[in-house]
């Protein structure tokens, strides 16, 4: 767009080119109003009184006789018949844009001035058919058939029409005082760590929307799943084994943590619209849930996005709780300096390590997190192309343990085989926290014997 109004209808043509290379076409720009603003334009056409009115009890026409430019979306008088006037300020602001920045080849999602986004075409605005388009002093005169309101954002709705959710009831739970830290004002530096002092202003906010999906956010759109109370239930009663408060006093509610952990798989960042969901989505923390059209209860379009209504659980338990997998050349420490990292294309990662140990019950050492408490099993990958083969075991240990710490529990003895598409079952172990462990793998016998070695271990949750 240009910078100056004053070549306006030049700069309107660009405009609607870059969104659609017909609407130059639909527009038929003959219709030039250069002497009056926007504001003067409505003024005079006695089919748009209700709205000239409109404007100037919520102030708006003070605006428009500005020198800045704007798209106005004026609905007929008749338009207004049963017209819901609550809120006024808002709503009409709905009908004011700012000069849009539109995408070329799309439908235009474009900001209105009351903060809200609205889709626009060739055609139509909302459910509202565009009649007529005036080139003004300060912008452009849409003239359309109906009046609308707009669509709350997907938390506004969240807040204002599912109280009797489960979910709603536990998200509700989320609410707290957190630091403002845009709007506080530095006053000093604190002289024993080096940090800045603020004058603190803490905001009242929920953390679901920080820590998952900021819902209220008009500018970017959302999928956002609510769960029926028996599939909300479900999904705690499904998590609650692997998520424990480390203090119940800090429990919001029973199983909250199950209850969040259900909670921060709902939010997906992108518009999916029933004629449109893939074969699965990717959440906003990262996990893949999944659901189709016949899953779907009810839906409700939104100013950000959609609702889905559910009445079953799109978490799936091998989703949410992916494989654990510790690459083979990523050790963490030896007992001695005899190993070597082997380029394999057939190896996880195209790697592996060969442990050539010179004396018996040498190891090599890798640490990993256990995030949830659960029964996991134990897989690994030990490939060794000779006609020897070689007896290794894996151990549990407390977190980087020393030289002469015993294991807390070793796997049964297992073989290296000759293929690398060959995965090893070591076994099972539960744990009752999430931890810190160590692993050691070495070999079994007393004496020398063919090399350990290790392309990856795997490690799985399961029911």
């Not at 969240?158 to 830290?181: G, H």
């Not at 014997?449 to 271990?457: A, E, G, N, S």
Request: charged share 20%.
């Amino acid at each position: 767009m240009m910078k100056y109004f004053n070549v306006i209808s030049f700069a309107f043509l660009i405009i609607i080119i870059g969104c659609n290379k017909n609407w130059d076409d639909y527009y038929s720009v003959k219709n030039n109003n250069l002497k009056y603003n926007i504001l003067e334009t409505i003024k005079e056409n006695p089919e748009l009184s209700k709205f000239y009115d409109f404007l100037t009890k919520t102030g708006y026409d003070q605006i428009l006789q500005s020198s800045k430019n704007y798209y106005v979306w004026a609905p007929k008088n008749d338009a207004f018949n049963n017209f819901d006037t609550s809120g006024l300020k808002s709503v009409i602001g709905f009908y004011i844009s700012f000069s849009p920045t539109i995408e070329t080849g799309k439908k235009c999602r474009i900001k209105m001035i009351n903060g809200k986004y609205t889709e626009i075409d060739t055609n139509s605005i909302e459910s509202s058919k565009i009649l007529s388009v005036t080139v003004c002093k300060n912008g452009i005169l849409h003239i359309i058939d109906k009046a609308y309101t707009p669509k709350p954002n997907i938390w506004e709705y969240f807040q204002t029409k599912t109280d009797n959710f489960l979910q709603k009831k536990f998200i509700d739970k989320l609410f707290t005082e957190i630091f403002d830290k845009e709007n506080s004002k530095p006053i000093g530096i604190d002289q024993n760590t080096g940090l800045t002092i603020y004058d603190t202003i803490r905001l009242w906010k929920n953390i679901y929307l920080t820590n998952v999906a900021n819902l209220e956010n008009e500018s970017e759109l959302f999928t956002y799943i609510i769960l029926s109370d028996n599939a909300f239930q479900t999904g705690v009663d499904t998590f609650k084994r692997y998520f424990k408060p480390l203090n119940d006093s800090l429990n919001i509610i029973k199983d909250s943590l199950a209850a969040y952990n259900v909670c921060n798989e709902l939010a997906i960042i992108g518009k999916y619209k029933p004629s449109e969901l893939p074969s699965y989505f990717s959440t906003t923390n990262g996990n893949i849930i999944r659901f189709n059209a016949s899953d779907i209860d009810s839906f409700v379009e939104t100013s950000n996005g959609i609702i889905y209504f559910l009445n079953s659980l799109p978490i799936k338990e091998n989703d949410k709780f992916k494989s654990i997998i510790i690459e083979g050349e990523n050790l963490e420490k030896a007992s001695s300096k005899e190993w070597i990292i082997r380029k394999v294309n057939e190896a996880s990662g195209s790697f592996d390590i060969l442990f050539d140990n010179t004396s018996a019950a040498k190891w090599i050492q890798y640490s990993v997190y256990i995030p949830y408490p659960a029964k996991y099993q134990f897989y690994c990958t030990s490939v060794f192309k000779s006609d020897s083969t070689t007896s290794q075991n894996i151990g549990l240990f407390t977190f980087n343990p020393s030289e002469t710490t015993s294991a807390f529990y070793k796997f049964p003895s297992f073989k290296s085989t000759k293929d690398y598409s060959s995965e090893i079952y070591l076994g099972e172990y539960t744990f009752t926290s999430e931890m810190n462990i160590s692993l050691r793998i070495s070999n079994v016998s007393a004496t020398k014997q063919p090399p350990v070695t290790l392309d990856y271990i795997r490690i799985i949750p399961v029911k």
